[in-house]
């Protein structure tokens, strides 16, 4: 039977379970899943661990998974509001209700890419030295000291993407990248959340992400 | 006196970039060293959200809301622009492609440490970004800063008092007051505004050495907006 | 007893891979797999070079040197291939992303562990490829190989004597003469051509167990070319 | 000055010295360097270390670096000739007169990688339990065993490509790709031979190798 992977809105997060770790694409304005964030929160699991690049941002709806107290933790590599009041992140941190694991945001994007690309740990010089390593492996390879970092993996990645076809290739629009490949090769189950499904499939050069990393895609 | 203001901070620290060199730039102040290059650069403008290629901003009307750089503003591309995705960007930065980062900082110690973040501020959330990579694996890392903090204090120090964003990188620091090397012998002072050096060294947190050519600190005029 | 010629082993090989998998076929026999392919199963092969979605082979006369797989030969493309680099390919590879692999062989164990590259080759340099990747980190490996050797040695082994390419990774083995699971318990034969049990068993260096509904190995006629 | 990383083929390699290491691309009969290959034969720099994935192939002229006897070690993944007699690599291995590295396909690209990439090790399940690994750290990460392998960086990069443009932007015909952007990344000089360099810029969507990492291209 041809693969096609398009499925509704209301189908795309069949399965999602209380205490799953889930992949939130979008960094700089760009690339945020939000009608997939929405359904997340609709839907309502528990105790999630969110691994996203920021847990507020300006043009993400992540802050409302966190304001329907479905997050137990969050990985990240900022944690900080825009508005004069504390974020719902911020005022649950500070209450000591939510977990913080703040990340470097290049260990944070190569320990997602090391958890889809079947890498355990390796080996990095950022964060030497610096509060964000305490208690981390060290060790000098050459002249330099680096940090073991290990990799991180997920049950659910929503990615944001411009276009898909059936098979799951996907094409962005620009900066909408940035976590989109890794996140999906990370994850179970990689949902993308696109504005349109090419009935024809995707030309080669278009093809930014292979299918082969993701199992549904919603056209919204 | 005359010392510098932000923007001719940025104008000194652009003045620095030389031909051809792959550069990024730190959000906030940093990111305006673009304005003020020499004409006669040409230079790769990298963003850590995966744009090699920045451009000037976009006019209003012809901004995609997807073509922004990592500080969430809507850009062009140059010519011959490319975007990859997070982990290419910072494989780029941390295997160190990027022969020049220009960032903002709290403090600078003389061995080059740098503290840039902090997760210390009051009923706000820490927010590290792509800070830290950028300060341990950039070539070249130098610093726009205030010479001092706004209640007088030294940030250029013996030892850097808030949390490290990475350990003996940075290489040359621009102040309102000074333009300042780290070396192996410490602080080295490059070019300094028309003060006394006991006045500067008065602000300095750190023994500073005045280089043979120490020159004068200048800037043309330019208006920092409100 | 009318073993399978090795076309036929692929024929049978091909009958498991089951719709919408991701599949990698090795260099050599394996690859003749996608000939066999159900009709109504639709699957993406990818090769070690990067491509993702291996079509037919190429005519003659409209091959792109370029457009090649892991075994440099020319091929096509299905709609809706891309190509990435050898470290997004093996990243897929390492990474799970592959459902299933199946590999040419020297020895099976009977643990699992696959012999299929060798270093002592007299006269010629070792090769392992790709093959230890696919070995370790397919979803699931199966095997295609002779039952014996050609000096009649069995290759289906309590241990690999050869040097090993991967531990404990082998899930099925497509023989001339059987279809051999590898479970907990060793070598469970689910299929097999009209021999006797015991003449089987004298061709293996394990001990076999027979499914309680284990079947007729047959295949349709295929002939094999010079 | 704008950016024009064009040269002549005879510019291409100036500054290699005796004793680099080279990496070389090409894989699966796609996307050799010859010219760049025959132009180092030519210039004749001595004990090189090759980082090439087959020590012989077919439509390679790797080959002929080895029957200079410019190589002192070769590190690859397949290292068998392809007719009846010896490769001069294999004639050579031999008698011990050249150094081998034999190493997993993945494994070789992803050090490759991680040189390029600011890793120094990483820990991978491939070829843990075989002669390939033997005598390196091995740790148990989870359920299962990995072994550490160390990144590989170079002094040049000879690398095959389609289309380039002044800035060293690349663009690849179809599974030349291969080991390109890897061998680029690690590489502290990248000499690129390409079919034909565009005068305009390539146009975004084409640039499978962003010219960063691009310090020379060769229209050949």
Same mark, same amino acid.
């Given at each position: 039977?041809?693969?096609?992977?398009?499925?509704?809105?209301?189908?795309?997060?069949?399965?999602?379970?209380?205490?799953? %770790?889930?992949?939130? %694409?979008?960094?700089?304005?760009?690339?945020?899943?939000?009608?997939?964030?929405?359904?997340?929160?609709?839907?309502?699991?528990?105790?999630?661990?969110?691994? +996203?690049?920021?847990?507020?941002?300006?043009?993400?709806?992540?802050?409302?998974?966190?304001?329907?107290?479905? +997050?137990?933790?969050?990985?990240?590599?900022?944690? =900080?509001?825009?508005?004069?009041?504390?974020?719902?992140?911020?005022?649950?941190?500070?209450?000591? &209700?939510?977990?913080?694991?703040?990340?470097? &945001?290049?260990?944070?994007?190569? =320990?997602?890419?090391?958890?889809?690309?079947?890498?355990?740990?390796?080996?990095?010089?950022?964060?030497?030295?610096?509060?964000?390593?305490?208690?981390?492996?060290?060790?000098?390879?050459?002249?330099?000291?680096?940090?073991?970092?290990?990799?991180? %993996?997920?049950?659910?990645?929503?990615?944001?993407?411009?276009?898909?076809?059936?098979?799951?290739?996907?094409?962005?629009?620009?900066? &909408?990248?940035?976590?989109?490949? +890794?996140?999906?090769?990370?994850?179970?189950?990689?949902?993308?959340? +696109?504005?349109?499904?090419?009935?024809?499939?995707?030309?080669?050069?278009?093809? &930014?992400?292979?299918?082969?990393?993701?199992?549904?895609?919603?056209?919204? | 006196?005359?010392?510098?203001?932000?923007?001719?901070?940025?104008?000194?620290?652009?003045?620095?970039?030389?031909?051809?060199?792959?550069?990024?730039?730190?959000?906030?102040?940093?990111?305006?060293?673009?304005?003020?290059?020499?004409?006669?650069?040409?230079?790769?403008?990298?963003?850590?959200?995966?744009?090699?290629?920045?451009?000037?901003?976009?006019?209003?009307? !012809?901004?995609?809301?997807?073509?922004?750089?990592?500080?969430?503003?809507?850009?062009?591309?140059?010519?011959?622009?490319?975007?990859?995705?997070?982990?290419?960007?910072?494989?780029?930065?941390?295997?160190?492609?990027?022969?020049?980062?220009?960032?903002?900082?709290?403090?600078?110690?003389?061995?080059?440490?740098?503290?840039?973040?902090?997760?210390?501020?009051?009923?706000?959330?820490?927010?590290?970004?792509?800070?830290?990579?950028?300060?341990?694996?950039?070539?070249?890392?130098?610093?726009?800063?205030?010479?001092?903090?706004?209640?007088?204090?030294?940030?250029?120090?013996?030892?850097?008092?808030?949390?490290?964003?990475?350990?003996?990188?940075?290489?040359?620091?621009?102040?309102?007051?000074?333009?300042?090397?780290?070396?192996?012998?410490?602080?080295?002072?490059?070019?300094?505004?028309?003060?006394?050096?006991?006045?500067?060294?008065? !602000?300095?947190?750190?023994?500073?050495?005045?280089?043979?050519?120490? !020159?004068?600190?200048?800037?043309?005029?330019?208006?920092?907006?409100?």
């Amino acid at each position: 039977m041809p693969i096609d992977k398009r499925v509704s809105l209301n189908e795309a997060l069949d399965g999602v379970t209380d205490g799953a %770790t889930v992949f939130i %694409t979008g960094f700089g304005g760009a690339g945020f899943p939000n009608k997939l964030i929405r359904a997340l929160r609709e839907r309502g699991p528990k105790d999630l661990t969110l691994v +996203v690049n920021s847990a507020t941002h300006r043009y993400s709806l992540t802050h409302e998974l966190i304001a329907a107290d479905l +997050v137990r933790k969050v990985i990240c590599t900022a944690a =900080r509001g825009h508005d004069k009041e504390p974020s719902p992140f911020e005022t649950r941190w500070m209450a000591g &209700q939510i977990e913080l694991e703040m990340v470097p &945001q290049g260990t944070f994007t190569e =320990r997602i890419r090391a958890g889809g690309a079947g890498i355990p740990a390796f080996y990095t010089p950022v964060g030497f030295g610096t509060e964000l390593t305490r208690g981390k492996e060290v060790r000098r390879f050459g002249a330099r000291d680096y940090v073991m970092e290990e990799a991180i %993996t997920g049950d659910l990645a929503l990615v944001r993407a411009d276009i898909a076809d059936r098979t799951g290739n996907l094409s962005f629009n620009y900066a &909408q990248m940035n976590f989109g490949p +890794v996140m999906a090769s990370a994850a179970k189950l990689a949902v993308a959340e +696109v504005r349109a499904v090419s009935d024809e499939p995707l030309a080669r050069e278009r093809i &930014q992400l292979p299918g082969v990393y993701v199992d549904r895609v919603v056209a919204v | 006196m005359s010392a510098l203001n932000r923007l001719q901070i940025t104008w000194r620290a652009a003045q620095d970039i030389a031909d051809h060199q792959v550069v990024n730039l730190g959000i906030g102040l940093p990111v305006h060293c673009s304005d003020y290059l020499r004409p006669e650069v040409d230079v790769i403008l990298q963003s850590e959200n995966g744009v090699i290629g920045v451009g000037p901003l976009a006019a209003p009307d !012809k901004a995609d809301t997807d073509l922004v750089d990592a500080g969430s503003r809507r850009i062009t591309l140059r010519p011959g622009a490319s975007i990859v995705d997070s982990s290419w960007s910072f494989a780029m930065i941390r295997g160190g492609h990027i022969d020049v980062t220009i960032l903002g900082a709290f403090e600078v110690a003389a061995n080059g440490d740098l503290a840039n973040w902090d997760m210390r501020v009051p009923n706000r959330g820490p927010l590290v970004g792509g800070a830290m990579d950028l300060a341990a694996c950039a070539r070249e890392v130098r610093v726009i800063m205030e010479h001092v903090t706004r209640n007088g204090a030294p940030r250029l120090l013996e030892q850097c008092a808030l949390p490290l964003t990475a350990v003996r990188c940075v290489s040359r620091v621009y102040t309102d007051l000074a333009v300042v090397d780290v070396t192996p012998q410490g602080f080295v002072v490059r070019e300094m505004v028309a003060i006394s050096r006991d006045e500067l060294q008065a !602000k300095t947190g750190a023994p500073l050495t005045f280089a043979s050519d120490c !020159k004068l600190l200048t800037a043309p005029a330019i208006a920092v907006p409100d």
